[in-house]
Structures are given as C-alpha cells and as structure tokens.
C-alpha cells in the first residue's frame, strides 16, 4: 500500500510540476496535448505521403519545431504589447505587399515571394496575423455591436491588403485573409440583418459575376461541378483524390500501401492532397480520427477565447480559432470533392514551411491572450 | 450631423460574443459532419467502386510484340533479318495536343511536316495507351536533338526495338519485298490484339504473302505504372503479382532462292530494265527471282521519307514495277518451241519436213507479206533448223495451219494466260488470245492474220517473264511441270522444328508421242551451237544450253519500213528475250530473260543468262564475261 502510494504520489508530483512549467509558460495543456497528437499523426503520414523520403520528413521536424518555438516565444509576449503593435504590423504588412508587387520573386507563377537577405518569405503570410489583429484593433474600444459605419471601415481594413493578395494571383490566401478579418467581424456582433443581406447579395452577384468572367474562369467553375468533363486537365486532381479517399474503404490499404499516393496518381499527394493520403491508406477511421482531433483543438480554442475578458483578445482567438478551422473545412472539403480545388493546406500536416509558422504563432498569441486574461483574473 | 453616442457594455458584449461563438462552434460540427458524411458516402457506399477505378489506374497491359521470323536462302544465309533501332515514338494518352505536338517535331526535323495530317489520323486511329511509332529509324544526329529537347515534348520517347534489316540491300528486293509501318489501312484488316506494340506489316513480296507465318504472335505483361505512365517495380513497399505472357515468335522462312546466284542475275542486268527467273525445273523452285533496277527495301522498314519515295515513284525507269511478276511482254520467238510442240502433238506438222523461206509469208487470197527477220530467207528448213535458225515463216505457217484454238488449248497447257500461282502477290496473267476472248473484248471475230502473228509470240500474246521461266521449266522437264514457289521449308518459332514444303507438281502434259519432247528440245540446243541464234552462249561452256532466242517489237511497223534500230527512240526499241535450260540432257536450271528495249536475245539477254548458269552450275559467281568471239567467226546472226 505505501509503496503503491508512493509511486501515485510521484506520478502526481509530476503532473503537477509540468502543469505549473505549462503554467509558468503561459500555455494551455489541453490544446497543447491536441496539437502534438495532430502532430504525430502528420508526421507518421508524411512519410509515407512523400514516398518514405528521409529528407523531406527531416526538413518537415524542423519546420515543426520551428512552429513550436514561434508559439512557445509569442505565447511569452505580453497581450497589450500584441495590441500595440497591430496597427504598426498592419501597416507594415501593406507596405510589404506593395513591396512584392513592385519587385518580388515569381515562385510556381505568382508572385508572392520578397527575398530579404538570406530569407525569402511571403508578407500575405504575415497579413493572415494582421488583419485579424488590426480588425480587433480597430473595434477593441468601440461599442459593439459594431455600427454600420465601423464595419464599413474594417471592410475596407480587409479589402485593401486581400485584393493585392488575389491579384498576386493566390486566391485562396485572399480567401483565407478576408474569412479571419470577417470572422472578427462576425463574433463583434455584426447585425444578422447585414449577414442576411450581405449573403443575399452575394447570391445575387454570382450570375453578374458569371457574365463577367472569362472563359478559362467559368471552365474552373464547371469542373468543380463536374470535374469528370476534364479528367487528365483541372478535373484531374479532384477525381484522383476521390479515387484515392474512395478506394481506401473503412480501414484503408494499409499505411505506404496506397497505391494512388505511392505511384504519384494522386497530386501533391504530400501538400494539399495529404488527406486523401489518409483517407487511402488508413481508411475513413484515420480521417475520422484526424477529425475528431482537430475539432478538440477548435473546441478548446473557442473555450479559452470565450473566456477572455478584454474585446481585442475575444476578438483575435475567436478568429484564430475559426481561421483555423476554415483551413481545416476547406481543405477536406476541397479533397473530398464538396470544394472546388484551392491551394490550403492542412494544418500541421502538409508538407510546408510558411503556413505552419504562422499558425504557430496565431496559436502562441492565442495562449498568451487568454492565459494572461486568466492570470490577472485570478 | 448629430452622432448617437453610445456606451460600451462590457457584459453585454460578452454575452454577445459568447453567443456568437456557440454559433460559430455548432457551425463547424455541421460543416464538418457534411465531410465526414461526403467521406462515408466516397469510402462506404462507392467503395467498390473506386476500388476499380484505382486498380485500372496502376496496372497497364503492356503489348510485347513478337521478333518477325527470319528469311534464309537456300544455301542458310540469313537475308532478312532484325536488327536493334532506335525509334521515335508517341503515346496519344500522354499527350494532350497531339497536332501541336506534330508540328513541334516537324519544326525541329523529326518528322516530316507533310507526314503531321497522315501521322494524327494515324494517332487517332490507335489504342490511347498503345505507342505510335512516329519514325522507324533515327540517326545519331536525331537522337542527339530530341535528347535536349526530350522535355518539352512529355509523351514523346526514344525506344530501341528491332527493325528488319534486309543485309544484301536492292539484292532480290523484288522477291522479299519489305515491310513498313502499319497504315490507316492496315489497321482496318488486321487483329488490333495480334499486332499491339508491332510497328511494321509486310507490304510486298513475301514480307506480304507469309505476313501470318513471319509476324508471329504478340504477348503481353501486367506492368505496374506511375502517374506519368513509367513503371515502377513495386508499391511502397509491397511487391505485387503481376501476369506475362510471352511474345510468340514468328516462323523462319527457308527459300529456294540463292543469294550468290540473284546477285549475278541483278549484277548482269546491272544498266538495263528487265528480269531474269531462274527456276529448277525438278521442284518449281525460283532459284533468281530478279528484277532491275530494283530499290533499297531498307529505306521502308526505317521509314522512307517523302521525297525518296517520290523519286523511287517517279523515276522512268520504275524500280518498284516487279517486271518480273507484272510486267507482260510479247514473247516474240521464244514461243517458238512450244509452238512447234503444238504442230507435233495435233499432228499438223512431221518435223523432218522442210519448208521452204523465202523471206516473207503470204496467206492464201492475200498480198500482205508477213517478213521474216531475214530479209533474204533461210530457204529449206525443217522443224529443228526452223528453231535454230528462228525462222519467222516456218512458224507464220505452222500456226495457220493449226488454228488460234489449237494454239490457245496448247499455250494454256503451258502455263500462258494464267498466273503461275507462285507465293507472292501480284502476279499478272498475260494474255493468251483466242477467238473467244477477241469476241468478249473486241466484239470482233478473229481473223486468221492474227493467229499468223502469235505463231512468233506477237500480236495480241502477252506473257511475264515469270510465265516464260515457269514454260521453259516445264518443256526442259518434259511435261512435269512445277509450281513456282519461292518458299521451300518453315521453321516452327517455338520447336525449332523445320517443315520442309514438298513441291507442289503440276498435271503433267501427256503428249501422245512423248518423243515430241525431244524434236523440240534437239531444236532449241541447236540454237547454241553453230548456225543456231544464240551460238555465242555456248562458248566455252562445259555444258550444254538448251534455249530460244526472241526479239519482241514494242512498235510497229509500216509494210515497207525498215527496222532500223539507231534511228528509233531508246524505249521503242525492241525487248531482247532469251529462255534456256541447262544441262539439256538432265536439267537443273531454267531462265527466262528479258531486256527492256535491249535489241536481240541473242547477244543482249543470252549472255546474262549464261552468267546465271555458270554461276548455279558451276559455283561461279564473279562477274567473268562471256569469251569474246574467236578472230575470224562470223559476226552474230541479227535474229528476231
């Protein structure tokens, strides 16, 4: 018995040591725990998503770890201080895209890259933090819900920097940057009348939109709906991935058995496709699983933003949160074959550098938001 | 503009946001409820489904085609063969604007622009998954320049495969014929299964006719294929079973023909049009099938292009025309021979009787004179001088006095007027005249000035080269005849095991008087020996040539007019003949030669027959001349 009870107490004193290093560190346990199980799972998949290439899965550790340090170091910056600065990043972040406009590299066709020394990276990354950032910013001391006025000023917050961004062209940054400013919007309280008329609006803009666009636009368009009209052209990464999902079945073909992924049917089978990887080689369970873990980490998101007191950090992990899970829908949806094919990619398990850091980072600021809150509540 | 100055309530909007976010929460449950229900539907339900689909995706049926079957000459010499090279192919699935693709090839001289309409109808005409060769043979060059370029052009891959190789060249081309990529026309008479990954067919000559015995049976494998349709050799980790089945080579094809003695025959007609058949008269066997000029079979098995095929098409000289199979001559004297069989079997004739020549035979109640080729006359001749001496007016009389009928029953007998039925396509049949046939084509009757004519092989007559070897070798048989052929024995692919042809015999010609053989066969060897039309051939010989000479007009002329041979146009010139059999006692080989417009069988077309005969009989093949005349012989004989 004493020596039973020695051994739950040590177990305990453990617990409860890394609980308070957790705490010391301004991070939350169960997202933390969500996130690494993400992790794991990515990296397990991404091995056999690249064709058991050691470097690639290498090279991936150190952006995850990268991604880590970015979160642990954001989640030590002080809340006010992230307030401060988001007018100054905002602002920076435009400027910068201006900048790449002007002069930036062409990567795969679009220009989206600024080369600064040594690093080359992608402002519009940057702007995924800023815009949410300066959109709470802005809203922070006004009275919510937000007049008509100040939700016509964070429109145009979100218009300036998405509209460069599309014109890159990289429509699904675009996409994304407008859907986290939006969400701010939307968890401000924005009046269902306006939600109902802006939807209403944009309903009936699609066949306006229709007469305008071109050719090769509306050819887009129809693949979506039926990619079987151009199974070798832009139907092809659609149907193949649903082959790949479909052919796996309930317990899949067995991880680096699939043989849409092995035999590089399936494209970007390491990148946007990952998940149709998943779903081949360990069957609707794995994705399932996967799911499940991704919606804890949304979950327990919108709890700790839901328990902040202060309006700007409400408003900046509430976005987080559901940018987030955008990436998430969008991106199964996409595989699956319910959206049509944008570049997003699955969060912590695509192969790839930038996105990661950044949702790193949103999720360091989120803890570091809503566990201070905490900290002076209590 | 007054300004509704509101207060922040901070309770209120928490409750706000709090609210929103249970909204936003329940949102992203549905939104992904309705992936995972997209995710059950794709892996539950159409499970089955897709799990076909992505089976058809990694296993391909790859066509191995079958190694054609090699040509051997009656000696084992190998003379159509395969040998690696290195073509240009294109899989249609692969890529996906096959004219752009063409015209990007073109541009860069890999493919002749003009082929680019022929080559994507041919394209759409295959299977998606199945190469199209583009062109059969690269150089070095070529290879070198798509090397740099093999980038812009996915779809499109160098392949080394084995091409037919024809050693000896435009040696017996007319014979072997060759073989050249499959046609939109092709494509529609044979077997897409049988000739999948084949990139050739026989077009002509035996390459044509033993098609079936020399392509073979083509096999296939299960490969295991990436997206970009390369193989690769396991999945992940796995191996997997895949099935094969072996190519079924095709047969061997052993011939009668000996290359060493073709070679003399083409090297002998070397500056003329003509053709030289030689052919053993105790099997039917073709031992020279020649026909000059002839043509590089190996420019169509690597893909002739389109201006030397255009200059093999429109040379005057017509190297592609088989004057051997399909060119139809008048005989002129050569029938001679036959003729006078033909007097002897209707006993219209005794051969020991003389006639006399004056130089010119008339038919009863009329004044046209029919001339002799000697102006003056041979005088008294019988049956065996009259065909040493190739006397016109003997004959001018011998087939009046038989009747077109009789003439026609016993020509026919011979073999003219009817393909031979040797085993290469295209053989034309001549023309052997009769009253029946005048009234059919002509809606004349016959007149007997016409049958006085066919007594020395003109007027209506016609007969190939090949009818002319195939009746000399029934005559130096004396009546059991043989079917020419050209293919002896077969070589099964699989059990090596050679299947010799036996010779297909003829119904022999029962002559009442089995002796009459002999009358004619004692006229044509007086022809090689002194006083004879053809004496020359017979120097220095050490056997003895049986043979006929002839001279067929190609133009005629007036009543009056003299041939006169300077004055005349090269291509109206007389065609020289010459048939012979050697040695008359016990013959092994008969000929059949033919000069286009070459002048007088005797000194023209015997001498090339000799070679041919020294060569098969006595194994000598260099290209030694006939001995000049001794110093004081008289001068040949100018013979019709």
Same mark, same amino acid.
């Given at each position: 018995?004493?020596?039973?009870?020695?051994?739950?107490?040590?177990?305990?004193?453990?617990?409860?040591?890394?609980?308070?290093?957790?705490?010391?560190?301004?991070?939350?346990?169960?997202?933390?725990?969500?996130?690494?199980?993400?992790?794991?799972?990515?990296?397990?998949?991404?091995?056999?998503?690249?064709?058991?290439?050691?470097?690639?899965?290498?090279?991936?550790?150190?952006?995850?770890?990268?991604?880590?340090?970015?979160?642990?170091?954001?989640?030590?910056?002080?809340?006010?201080?992230?307030?401060?600065?988001?007018?100054?990043?905002?602002?920076?972040?435009?400027?910068?895209?201006?900048?790449?406009?002007?002069?930036?590299?062409?990567?795969?066709?679009?220009?989206?890259?600024?080369?600064?020394? &040594?690093?080359?990276?992608?402002?519009?990354?940057?702007?995924?933090?800023?815009?949410?950032?300066?959109c709470a910013?802005y809203l922070?001391?006004r009275p919510l819900p937000p007049s008509l006025r100040d939700v016509t000023v964070v429109l145009g917050i979100i218009a300036?920097?998405a509209?460069?961004?599309?014109?890159?062209?990289?429509?699904?940054?675009?996409?994304?940057?407008a859907s986290a400013g939006i969400l701010v919007v939307f968890l401000a309280g924005l009046s269902t009348v306006v939600i109902v008329l802006g939807l209403t609006l944009l309903g009936g803009a699609?066949?306006?939109?229709?007469?305008?666009?071109?050719?090769?636009?509306?050819?887009?368009?129809?693949?979506?709906?039926?990619?079987?009209?151009?199974?070798?052209?832009?139907?092809?990464?659609?149907?193949? /991935?649903? !082959?790949?999902?479909?052919?796996?079945?309930?317990?899949?073909?067995?991880?680096?058995?699939? /043989?849409?992924?092995?035999?590089?049917?399936?494209?970007?089978?390491?990148?946007?496709?990952?998940?149709?990887?998943?779903?081949?080689?360990?069957?609707?369970?794995?994705?399932?699983?996967?799911?499940?873990?991704?919606?804890?980490?949304?979950?327990?998101?919108?709890?700790?933003?839901?328990?902040?007191?202060?309006?700007?950090?409400?408003l900046?992990?509430g976005s987080?949160?559901l940018?987030?899970?955008?990436?998430?829908?969008?991106?199964?949806?996409?595989?699956?074959? !319910?959206?049509?094919?944008?570049?997003?990619?699955?969060?912590?398990?695509?192969?790839?550098?930038?996105? #990661?850091?950044?949702?790193?980072?949103?999720?360091?600021?989120?803890?570091? !938001?809503?566990?201070?809150?905490?900290?002076?509540? /209590? | 503009?007054?300004?509704s100055?509101r207060?922040?309530?901070?309770?209120g909007e928490?409750?706000l946001f709090?609210g929103r976010t !249970?909204f936003a929460?329940?949102a992203?449950?549905?939104?992904?409820?309705?992936? #995972?229900?997209?995710?059950?539907?794709?892996?539950?339900?159409?499970?089955?489904?897709?799990?076909?689909?992505? +089976?058809?995706?990694?296993?391909?049926?790859?066509?191995?085609?079958?190694?054609?079957?090699?040509?051997?000459?009656?000696?084992?010499?190998?003379?159509?063969?395969?040998?690696?090279?290195?073509?240009?192919?294109?899989?249609?699935?692969?890529?996906?604007?096959?004219?752009?693709?063409?015209?990007?090839?073109?541009?860069?001289?890999?493919?002749?622009?003009?082929?680019?309409?022929?080559?994507?109808?041919?394209?759409?005409?295959?299977?998606?998954?199945?190469?199209?060769?583009?062109?059969?043979?690269?150089?070095?060059?070529?290879?070198?320049?798509?090397?740099?370029?093999?980038?812009?052009?996915?779809?499109?891959?160098?392949?080394?495969?084995?091409?037919?190789?024809?050693?000896?060249?435009?040696?017996?081309?007319?014979?072997?014929?060759?073989?050249?990529?499959?046609?939109?026309?092709?494509?529609?008479?044979?077997?897409?299964?049988?000739?999948?990954?084949?990139?050739?067919?026989?077009?002509?000559?035996?390459?044509?006719?033993?098609?079936?015995?020399?392509?073979?049976?083509?096999?296939?494998?299960?490969?295991?294929?990436?997206?970009?349709?390369?193989?690769?050799?396991?999945?992940?980790?796995?191996?997997?079973?895949?099935?094969?089945?072996?190519?079924?080579?095709?047969?061997?094809?052993?011939?009668?023909?000996?290359?060493?003695?073709?070679?003399?025959?083409?090297? /002998?007609?070397?500056?003329?049009?003509?053709?030289?058949?030689?052919?053993?008269?105790?099997?039917?066997?073709?031992?020279?099938?020649?026909?000059?000029?002839?043509?590089?079979?190996?420019?169509?098995?690597?893909?002739?292009?389109?201006?030397?095929?255009? $200059? *093999?098409?429109?040379?005057?000289?017509?190297?592609?025309?088989?004057?051997?199979?399909?060119?139809?001559?008048?005989?002129?004297?050569?029938?001679?021979?036959?003729?006078? *069989?033909?007097?002897?079997?209707?006993?219209?004739?005794?051969?020991?009787?003389?006639?006399?020549?004056?130089?010119?035979?008339?038919?009863?109640?009329?004044?046209?004179?029919?001339?002799?080729?000697?102006?003056?006359?041979?005088?008294?001749?019988?049956?065996?001088?009259?065909?040493?001496?190739?006397?016109?007016?003997?004959?001018?009389?011998?087939?009046?006095?038989?009747?077109?009928?009789?003439?026609?029953?016993?020509?026919?007998?011979?073999?003219?007027?009817?393909?031979?039925?040797?085993?290469?396509?295209?053989?034309?049949?001549?023309?052997?005249?009769?009253?029946?046939?005048?009234?059919?084509?002509?809606?004349?009757?016959?007149?007997?000035?016409?049958?006085?004519?066919?007594?020395?092989? +003109?007027?209506?007559?016609?007969?190939?080269?090949? +009818?002319?070897?195939?009746?000399?070798?029934?005559?130096?048989?004396?009546?059991?005849?043989?079917?020419?052929?050209?293919?002896?024995?077969?070589?099964?692919?699989?059990?090596?095991?050679?299947?010799?042809?036996?010779?297909?015999?003829?119904?022999?010609?029962?002559?009442?008087?089995?002796?009459?053989?002999?009358?004619?066969?004692?006229?044509?060897? #007086?022809?090689?020996?002194?006083?004879?039309?053809?004496?020359?051939?017979?120097?220095?010989? $050490?056997?003895?040539?049986?043979?006929?000479?002839?001279?067929?007009?190609?133009?005629?002329?007036?009543?009056?007019?003299?041939?006169?041979?300077?004055?005349?146009?090269?291509?109206?010139?007389?065609?020289?003949?010459?048939?012979?059999?050697?040695?008359?006692?016990?013959?092994?080989?008969?000929?059949?030669?033919?000069?286009?417009?070459?002048?007088?069988?005797? $000194?023209?077309?015997?001498?090339?027959?000799?070679?041919?005969?020294?060569?098969?009989?006595?194994?000598?093949?260099?290209?030694?001349?006939?001995?000049? &005349?001794?110093?004081?012989?008289?001068?040949?004989? +100018?013979?019709?």
């Amino acid at each position: 018995m004493l020596y039973d009870d020695g051994e739950n107490s040590t177990a305990r004193r453990t617990l409860t040591a890394s609980s308070r290093l957790l705490r010391r560190l301004h991070l939350d346990g169960p997202l933390l725990a969500a996130l690494a199980a993400v992790v794991a799972f990515g990296l397990f998949v991404l091995f056999s998503a690249t064709g058991e290439n050691m470097p690639m899965w290498t090279n991936q550790i150190e952006r995850l770890a990268l991604a880590i340090v970015a979160l642990v170091l954001l989640a030590q910056v002080p809340p006010a201080w992230l307030k401060r600065v988001s007018p100054i990043l905002y602002a920076a972040g435009v400027l910068l895209l201006l900048a790449v406009m002007v002069h930036g590299d062409v990567g795969k066709g679009a220009q989206r890259w600024l080369v600064l020394g &040594p690093l080359r990276f992608q402002p519009s990354e940057l702007m995924k933090l800023g815009v949410p950032m300066m959109c709470a910013w802005y809203l922070h001391d006004r009275p919510l819900p937000p007049s008509l006025r100040d939700v016509t000023v964070v429109l145009g917050i979100i218009a300036v920097p998405a509209l460069i961004i599309a014109k890159q062209p990289d429509l699904g940054t675009a996409l994304l940057i407008a859907s986290a400013g939006i969400l701010v919007v939307f968890l401000a309280g924005l009046s269902t009348v306006v939600i109902v008329l802006g939807l209403t609006l944009l309903g009936g803009a699609v066949p306006v939109a229709w007469h305008f666009m071109h050719d090769y636009q509306r050819q887009r368009v129809l693949m979506f709906l039926d990619p079987s009209q151009d199974p070798l052209g832009a139907g092809y990464h659609s149907i193949q /991935s649903q !082959i790949a999902i479909g052919s796996g079945g309930l317990f899949g073909k067995g991880w680096m058995n699939g /043989s849409q992924a092995q035999l590089e049917f399936l494209p970007e089978r390491s990148t946007d496709f990952i998940f149709a990887v998943i779903g081949e080689e360990l069957g609707l369970l794995g994705q399932l699983l996967l799911i499940g873990l991704y919606l804890t980490v949304i979950g327990r998101a919108l709890y700790m933003a839901s328990e902040a007191q202060d309006t700007y950090a409400r408003l900046v992990c509430g976005s987080f949160a559901l940018t987030f899970f955008v990436y998430v829908f969008v991106n199964t949806g996409m595989v699956s074959g !319910i959206l049509p094919v944008v570049g997003v990619p699955l969060p912590f398990i695509s192969y790839g550098g930038t996105a #990661m850091v950044t949702l790193g980072l949103a999720l360091g600021m989120l803890m570091s !938001i809503a566990k201070s809150k905490r900290l002076v509540q /209590s | 503009m007054p300004r509704s100055v509101r207060i922040k309530d901070h309770w209120g909007e928490q409750r706000l946001f709090i609210g929103r976010t !249970i909204f936003a929460g329940i949102a992203a449950v549905v939104l992904l409820l309705v992936v #995972m229900g997209r995710l059950f539907w794709l892996q539950v339900v159409r499970h089955d489904y897709f799990t076909d689909l992505s +089976q058809g995706n990694r296993v391909r049926l790859e066509p191995l085609p079958p190694d054609r079957g090699l040509i051997y000459d009656k000696n084992g010499v190998v003379i159509a063969e395969n040998t690696p090279a290195f073509q240009l192919e294109l899989t249609p699935e692969q890529v996906t604007n096959v004219g752009d693709t063409l015209r990007r090839l073109a541009a860069i001289g890999l493919v002749e622009s003009g082929q680019v309409p022929a080559l994507e109808r041919l394209i759409r005409a295959a299977r998606k998954f199945e190469a199209v060769p583009l062109r059969l043979s690269l150089s070095d060059a070529d290879i070198a320049t798509f090397a740099v370029r093999q980038f812009e052009f996915p779809g499109v891959e160098i392949q080394t495969r084995l091409a037919r190789w024809y050693p000896y060249g435009d040696i017996a081309a007319h014979a072997l014929g060759y073989v050249a990529a499959i046609s939109e026309d092709d494509l529609k008479h044979i077997n897409a299964d049988e000739y999948a990954g084949s990139s050739v067919i026989g077009k002509l000559g035996l390459e044509n006719t033993y098609e079936e015995q020399l392509h073979g049976t083509a096999g296939f494998r299960q490969v295991l294929v990436n997206a970009q349709g390369r193989h690769v050799d396991r999945l992940g980790s796995a191996p997997v079973k895949l099935d094969t089945r072996q190519p079924r080579a095709g047969n061997d094809i052993f011939l009668g023909l000996d290359i060493k003695v073709q070679r003399v025959a083409e090297e /002998s007609l070397a500056g003329h049009r003509g053709a030289l058949i030689a052919i053993d008269p105790t099997t039917g066997d073709v031992v020279a099938l020649a026909s000059v000029p002839s043509f590089d079979p190996n420019k169509f098995t690597r893909g002739i292009s389109t201006p030397e095929y255009a $200059s *093999l098409r429109d040379d005057l000289d017509r190297p592609l025309f088989n004057r051997a199979l399909r060119g139809a001559y008048p005989p002129g004297s050569t029938v001679k021979p036959m003729m006078a *069989l033909a007097g002897l079997e209707y006993n219209a004739i005794d051969p020991r009787a003389t006639r006399f020549c004056r130089g010119y035979f008339t038919l009863p109640g009329s004044s046209r004179h029919y001339r002799d080729w000697k102006k003056e006359g041979h005088g008294n001749v019988d049956m065996r001088r009259a065909i040493a001496t190739s006397c016109d007016v003997y004959f001018y009389g011998l087939a009046d006095v038989l009747g077109i009928e009789r003439v026609h029953e016993a020509m026919s007998a011979l073999g003219f007027g009817k393909p031979t039925g040797i085993d290469i396509v295209g053989e034309r049949p001549g023309l052997m005249p009769s009253e029946e046939w005048k009234r059919q084509t002509y809606k004349q009757a016959w007149y007997p000035g016409e049958t006085v004519i066919v007594g020395i092989g +003109q007027g209506y007559m016609l007969a190939t080269p090949l +009818q002319l070897a195939h009746a000399v070798a029934v005559v130096a048989a004396r009546g059991h005849g043989f079917r020419p052929r050209l293919v002896t024995a077969v070589r099964d692919a699989m059990t090596r095991e050679v299947k010799t042809l036996p010779p297909i015999a003829e119904p022999p010609i029962a002559l009442t008087d089995p002796g009459n053989w002999q009358v004619i066969i004692e006229g044509m060897e #007086m022809v090689t020996e002194a006083g004879g039309t053809a004496s020359a051939v017979q120097r220095g010989a $050490s056997y003895k040539i049986a043979a006929k000479t002839g001279t067929a007009q190609v133009f005629s002329l007036g009543q009056n007019e003299k041939y006169n041979a300077s004055a005349v146009d090269e291509r109206l010139r007389d065609h020289a003949l010459f048939i012979a059999f050697a040695p008359a006692e016990a013959p092994k080989l008969a000929i059949a030669v033919l000069v286009e417009n070459g002048g007088h069988g005797g $000194s023209v077309a015997a001498p090339m027959a000799r070679r041919v005969f020294d060569a098969f009989l006595l194994g000598k093949y260099d290209a030694a001349p006939v001995p000049p &005349p001794p110093k004081g012989a008289p001068p040949e004989p +100018q013979v019709n």
